[in-house]
Antibody, heavy 121, light 108 residues
Framework: EVQLLESGGGLVQAGGSLRLSCVLSGFISRNYVFNWVRQAPGKGLEWVAHVSDSGDTTSYADSVKGRFTISRDHSRDTVYLQMDSLGPEDTATYFC??????????????WGQGTLVTVSS | SYVLTQSPSVSVGPGQAARILCGGDNIGSKSVHWYQKKPGQAPVQVVYDDSDRPSGIPERFSGSNSGDTATLTISRVEAGDEADYYCQVWDRSSDHWVFGGGTTLTVL
Protein backbone atom coordinates (compact mmCIF):
# COMPACT_ATOMS: atom_id res chain seq x y z
CA GLU A 1 0.00 0.00 0.00
CA VAL A 2 1.34 3.42 -0.99
CA GLN A 3 1.84 5.59 2.08
CA LEU A 4 3.18 9.10 2.57
CA LEU A 5 3.58 10.26 6.17
CA GLU A 6 4.36 13.89 6.86
CA SER A 7 5.80 15.26 10.08
CA GLY A 8 7.64 18.29 11.40
CA GLY A 9 4.85 20.81 11.54
CA GLY A 10 4.17 22.98 14.57
CA LEU A 11 4.09 26.50 15.93
CA VAL A 12 6.96 28.82 15.05
CA GLN A 13 7.54 32.54 15.35
CA ALA A 14 7.80 34.75 12.30
CA GLY A 15 11.31 34.70 10.92
CA GLY A 16 11.90 31.17 12.17
CA SER A 17 12.51 27.89 10.39
CA LEU A 18 10.99 24.41 10.20
CA ARG A 19 11.86 21.26 8.31
CA LEU A 20 9.04 19.04 7.15
CA SER A 21 9.60 15.37 6.37
CA CYS A 22 7.58 12.98 4.22
CA VAL A 23 8.39 9.31 4.75
CA LEU A 24 7.50 7.09 1.82
CA SER A 25 6.57 3.41 1.87
CA GLY A 26 4.84 0.77 -0.20
CA PHE A 27 6.59 1.57 -3.50
CA ILE A 28 10.00 2.23 -5.08
CA SER A 29 10.26 5.92 -4.33
CA ARG A 30 13.24 6.69 -6.60
CA ASN A 31 11.01 6.12 -9.63
CA TYR A 32 8.73 9.05 -8.86
CA VAL A 33 8.68 12.82 -8.56
CA PHE A 34 7.31 14.53 -5.48
CA ASN A 35 5.69 17.80 -4.62
CA TRP A 36 4.64 19.81 -1.59
CA VAL A 37 1.23 21.49 -1.66
CA ARG A 38 -0.28 23.67 1.06
CA GLN A 39 -3.73 24.82 2.09
CA ALA A 40 -4.10 27.88 4.27
CA PRO A 41 -7.12 27.96 6.61
CA GLY A 42 -10.27 28.56 4.57
CA LYS A 43 -8.30 28.80 1.31
CA GLY A 44 -7.64 26.60 -1.70
CA LEU A 45 -4.77 24.34 -2.65
CA GLU A 46 -1.47 26.00 -3.53
CA TRP A 47 1.47 24.17 -5.12
CA VAL A 48 4.70 24.90 -3.24
CA ALA A 49 7.64 22.89 -4.60
CA HIS A 50 8.70 20.00 -6.83
CA VAL A 51 11.65 17.61 -6.80
CA SER A 52 12.63 15.31 -9.64
CA ASP A 53 13.03 11.54 -9.37
CA SER A 54 16.80 11.89 -9.14
CA GLY A 55 16.63 14.84 -6.77
CA ASP A 56 18.80 16.92 -9.12
CA THR A 57 16.03 19.24 -10.30
CA THR A 58 13.73 21.38 -8.20
CA SER A 59 11.21 24.15 -8.78
CA TYR A 60 9.29 26.49 -6.51
CA ALA A 61 6.24 28.69 -6.39
CA ASP A 62 7.09 32.38 -6.55
CA SER A 63 5.68 32.85 -3.04
CA VAL A 64 8.34 30.62 -1.47
CA LYS A 65 11.29 30.81 -3.86
CA GLY A 66 14.47 31.74 -2.03
CA ARG A 67 13.00 30.78 1.36
CA PHE A 68 12.02 27.11 0.97
CA THR A 69 14.19 24.19 -0.18
CA ILE A 70 12.88 20.81 -1.28
CA SER A 71 15.15 17.78 -1.23
CA ARG A 72 15.03 13.99 -1.00
CA ASP A 73 17.09 11.20 0.49
CA HIS A 74 16.73 7.96 -1.43
CA SER A 75 18.47 5.97 1.29
CA ARG A 76 15.84 7.08 3.80
CA ASP A 77 12.85 7.10 1.39
CA THR A 78 12.12 10.61 2.57
CA VAL A 79 11.30 13.94 0.98
CA TYR A 80 12.00 17.15 2.88
CA LEU A 81 10.87 20.76 2.83
CA GLN A 82 13.19 23.17 4.60
CA MET A 83 11.28 26.36 5.34
CA ASP A 84 13.20 29.50 6.35
CA SER A 85 12.18 33.11 6.97
CA LEU A 86 8.65 32.01 7.74
CA GLY A 87 5.86 34.55 7.85
CA PRO A 88 2.21 34.42 8.95
CA GLU A 89 1.25 33.94 5.28
CA ASP A 90 2.93 30.53 5.40
CA THR A 91 0.44 29.24 7.97
CA ALA A 92 -1.17 26.22 6.34
CA THR A 93 -1.49 22.48 6.26
CA TYR A 94 1.34 21.11 4.12
CA PHE A 95 0.76 18.00 2.03
CA CYS A 96 3.32 15.75 0.40
CA UNK A 97 2.14 14.46 -2.99
CA UNK A 98 3.55 11.65 -5.14
CA UNK A 99 3.67 12.02 -8.90
CA UNK A 100 2.10 9.34 -11.02
CA UNK A 101 5.43 8.87 -12.77
CA UNK A 102 8.91 10.28 -13.19
CA UNK A 103 8.10 13.12 -15.54
CA UNK A 104 7.98 16.74 -14.49
CA UNK A 105 4.37 16.85 -15.67
CA UNK A 106 3.24 13.85 -13.58
CA UNK A 107 0.03 14.64 -11.71
CA UNK A 108 -0.42 13.93 -8.03
CA UNK A 109 -1.70 10.38 -7.65
CA UNK A 110 -1.21 9.93 -3.90
CA TRP A 111 -1.15 12.38 -1.01
CA GLY A 112 -0.20 12.29 2.64
CA GLN A 113 -2.53 13.38 5.41
CA GLY A 114 -0.70 16.67 5.91
CA THR A 115 1.10 18.46 8.71
CA LEU A 116 0.00 21.81 10.14
CA VAL A 117 2.39 24.74 10.25
CA THR A 118 1.38 27.80 12.26
CA VAL A 119 3.49 30.96 12.13
CA SER A 120 2.85 33.55 14.81
CA SER A 121 3.59 37.22 14.19
CA SER B 1 1.35 33.17 -15.06
CA TYR B 2 -1.38 30.78 -16.12
CA VAL B 3 -4.73 31.18 -14.38
CA LEU B 4 -7.49 28.61 -13.83
CA THR B 5 -10.97 29.89 -13.01
CA GLN B 6 -13.63 27.87 -11.18
CA SER B 7 -17.08 28.88 -9.96
CA PRO B 8 -17.15 28.99 -6.15
CA SER B 9 -20.09 26.63 -5.72
CA VAL B 10 -22.40 24.11 -7.36
CA SER B 11 -25.53 22.59 -5.82
CA VAL B 12 -27.45 19.54 -7.06
CA GLY B 13 -29.95 17.08 -5.68
CA PRO B 14 -29.01 13.47 -4.98
CA GLY B 15 -29.17 11.33 -8.07
CA GLN B 16 -28.65 14.29 -10.39
CA ALA B 17 -25.54 15.12 -12.39
CA ALA B 18 -23.06 17.80 -11.27
CA ARG B 19 -20.86 19.63 -13.74
CA ILE B 20 -17.88 21.53 -12.41
CA LEU B 21 -16.16 23.83 -14.87
CA CYS B 22 -12.54 24.96 -15.03
CA GLY B 23 -11.66 27.81 -17.37
CA GLY B 24 -8.26 28.69 -18.76
CA ASP B 25 -6.74 30.18 -21.89
CA ASN B 26 -6.65 27.35 -24.46
CA ILE B 27 -6.82 24.83 -21.61
CA GLY B 28 -7.73 22.22 -24.22
CA SER B 29 -4.04 22.11 -25.16
CA LYS B 30 -3.06 21.07 -21.63
CA SER B 31 -3.66 17.97 -19.53
CA VAL B 32 -6.15 18.69 -16.74
CA HIS B 33 -6.32 16.86 -13.45
CA TRP B 34 -9.04 16.95 -10.80
CA TYR B 35 -8.90 16.49 -7.03
CA GLN B 36 -11.55 16.02 -4.36
CA LYS B 37 -10.85 17.60 -0.97
CA LYS B 38 -12.96 17.00 2.13
CA PRO B 39 -12.34 18.88 5.41
CA GLY B 40 -9.64 17.28 7.51
CA GLN B 41 -8.75 14.75 4.84
CA ALA B 42 -6.03 14.42 2.23
CA PRO B 43 -6.90 15.41 -1.33
CA VAL B 44 -7.85 12.53 -3.61
CA GLN B 45 -7.25 12.50 -7.34
CA VAL B 46 -10.49 11.67 -9.15
CA VAL B 47 -9.50 12.34 -12.78
CA TYR B 48 -6.11 12.71 -14.48
CA ASP B 49 -5.01 13.52 -18.02
CA ASP B 50 -8.39 15.10 -18.83
CA SER B 51 -10.51 11.96 -18.60
CA ASP B 52 -8.68 9.02 -17.00
CA ARG B 53 -9.85 7.64 -13.68
CA PRO B 54 -7.45 6.36 -11.01
CA SER B 55 -8.14 2.89 -9.70
CA GLY B 56 -10.84 2.89 -7.05
CA ILE B 57 -12.61 5.99 -8.36
CA PRO B 58 -16.23 5.26 -9.34
CA GLU B 59 -17.24 5.45 -12.99
CA ARG B 60 -19.64 8.21 -11.98
CA PHE B 61 -16.65 10.57 -12.15
CA SER B 62 -15.68 11.64 -15.67
CA GLY B 63 -13.77 14.48 -17.29
CA SER B 64 -13.52 16.30 -20.58
CA ASN B 65 -11.41 19.15 -21.93
CA SER B 66 -11.74 21.33 -25.01
CA GLY B 67 -11.16 24.91 -26.03
CA ASP B 68 -11.07 27.16 -22.97
CA THR B 69 -13.01 24.89 -20.60
CA ALA B 70 -12.43 21.61 -18.81
CA THR B 71 -15.33 19.82 -17.15
CA LEU B 72 -15.60 17.36 -14.29
CA THR B 73 -18.93 15.54 -14.38
CA ILE B 74 -20.24 13.56 -11.44
CA SER B 75 -23.28 11.52 -12.44
CA ARG B 76 -25.84 10.20 -9.96
CA VAL B 77 -24.48 12.42 -7.19
CA GLU B 78 -24.44 11.00 -3.67
CA ALA B 79 -24.25 12.72 -0.30
CA GLY B 80 -20.70 11.42 0.08
CA ASP B 81 -19.62 13.44 -2.97
CA GLU B 82 -19.98 16.70 -1.03
CA ALA B 83 -16.51 18.24 -1.12
CA ASP B 84 -14.33 20.90 -2.69
CA TYR B 85 -13.10 20.05 -6.18
CA TYR B 86 -9.93 21.51 -7.69
CA CYS B 87 -8.70 21.46 -11.25
CA GLN B 88 -4.96 21.51 -11.96
CA VAL B 89 -2.59 21.87 -14.88
CA TRP B 90 1.15 22.02 -15.36
CA ASP B 91 2.17 25.27 -17.02
CA ARG B 92 5.17 24.40 -19.14
CA SER B 93 6.15 28.04 -19.77
CA SER B 94 6.64 28.79 -16.07
CA ASP B 95 7.42 25.23 -14.94
CA HIS B 96 4.78 25.71 -12.26
CA TRP B 97 1.82 23.62 -11.21
CA VAL B 98 -1.39 25.65 -11.10
CA PHE B 99 -4.59 24.93 -9.18
CA GLY B 100 -7.98 26.46 -9.77
CA GLY B 101 -9.60 28.24 -6.84
CA GLY B 102 -11.85 25.28 -6.09
CA THR B 103 -15.58 24.59 -6.36
CA THR B 104 -17.68 23.53 -3.40
CA LEU B 105 -20.20 20.83 -4.33
CA THR B 106 -23.30 20.81 -2.13
CA VAL B 107 -25.77 17.94 -2.30
CA LEU B 108 -29.20 19.30 -1.49
Amino acid sequence: EVQLLESGGGLVQAGGSLRLSCVLSGFISRNYVFNWVRQAPGKGLEWVAHVSDSGDTTSYADSVKGRFTISRDHSRDTVYLQMDSLGPEDTATYFCAKGRGSGRWSSFGHWGQGTLVTVSS
Amino acid sequence: SYVLTQSPSVSVGPGQAARILCGGDNIGSKSVHWYQKKPGQAPVQVVYDDSDRPSGIPERFSGSNSGDTATLTISRVEAGDEADYYCQVWDRSSDHWVFGGGTTLTVL
